[in-house]
């Protein structure tokens, strides 16, 4: 079924492609937090269609689950409750603008580069070919992955786990603003640290001393 000269598949590309173009470009240039953090949301289903497309099923799940029901969530979250002070946040940025068109630029022709008609073109990328109906995705990206890149995957995951400890380093420092409490020495507070007390002698009201002073007055 074509439509215009396309199928279907093909108009449900460049509709899904165009609608992540415009969500990237809105993460990036908008000006409020809350409405960047929802186009990356747009932007990761989208993404998750195009892989969808390419049949990469278990992919495009796990985009969605992790990133956009985990990650973006907890973001969107924080951005929401942080007083952000976006003005303090803008100073300095026409400052870098000299530096950071050169390389933007350079990033850019890289990746055209790249990811260009040489070689990704119509005729270097063969369409996959059709598979069974007890074909896993999820099983066959598993066997390449602990296979053919078990050395890429453990770097990764190395690098994870020092992203995670400099996280917790930098969480756990010591600040002048931060109150903060130890575990330790609070198992180790007695009875005689926190409650002290006073023995005194009772102090008792004359009542009818003060009856016979307010009738004098």
């Given at each position: 079924?074509?439509?215009?000269?396309l199928h279907f598949q093909d108009?449900?590309?460049?509709?899904?492609?165009?609608?992540?173009?415009?969500?990237?470009?809105?993460?990036?240039?908008?000006?409020?937090?809350?409405?960047?953090?929802?186009?990356?949301?747009?932007?990761?289903?989208?993404?998750?269609?195009?892989?969808?497309?390419?049949?990469?099923?278990?992919?495009?799940?796990?985009?969605?689950?992790?990133?956009?029901?985990?990650?973006?969530?907890?973001?969107?979250?924080?951005?929401?409750?942080?007083?952000?002070?976006?003005?303090?946040?803008?100073?300095?940025?026409?400052?870098?603008?000299?530096?950071?068109?050169?390389?933007?630029?350079?990033?850019?022709?890289?990746?055209?580069?790249?990811?260009?008609?040489?070689?990704?073109?119509?005729?270097?990328?063969?369409?996959?070919?059709?598979?069974?109906?007890?074909?896993?995705?999820?099983?066959?990206?598993?066997?390449?992955?602990?296979?053919?890149?078990?050395?890429?995957?453990?770097?990764?995951?190395?690098?994870?786990?020092?992203?995670?400890?400099?996280?917790?380093?930098?969480?756990?420092?010591?600040?002048?603003?931060?109150?903060?409490?130890?575990?330790?020495?609070?198992?180790?507070?007695?009875?005689?640290?926190?409650?002290?007390?006073?023995?005194?002698?009772?102090?008792?009201?004359?009542?009818?001393?003060?009856?016979?002073?307010?009738?004098?007055?």
């Open positions: 079924m074509t439509f215009f000269g108009i449900v590309f460049y509709t899904l492609a165009i609608i992540l173009l415009i969500a990237a470009l809105r993460v990036i240039t908008t000006r409020n937090p809350v409405y960047a953090a929802l186009y990356l949301v747009l932007a990761f289903f989208t993404a998750a269609g195009i892989w969808l497309l390419l049949q990469a099923e278990f992919l495009a799940i796990a985009l969605v689950l992790v990133y956009v029901g985990a990650v973006m969530v907890l973001f969107l979250f924080v951005v929401m409750m942080l007083d952000i002070n976006l003005d303090k946040l803008r100073e300095g940025f026409w400052n870098a603008l000299p530096v950071a068109l050169p390389v933007g630029g350079l990033m850019a022709v890289e990746m055209v580069m790249i990811v260009g008609v040489r070689n990704f073109g119509v005729d270097k990328v063969v369409a996959p070919a059709a598979k069974p109906a007890d074909y896993s995705n999820t099983a066959e990206l598993g066997r390449v992955l602990y296979t053919d890149y078990l050395l890429a995957f453990e770097l990764a995951s190395v690098v994870l786990l020092v992203a995670i400890v400099a996280a917790i380093a930098l969480t756990l420092r010591e600040r002048r603003e931060s109150k903060s409490m130890d575990p330790a020495k609070q198992v180790l507070v007695k009875k005689a640290d926190r409650l002290r007390i006073v023995k005194m002698d009772a102090v008792v009201e004359n009542t009818d001393a003060s009856a016979n002073a307010e009738e004098v007055k």
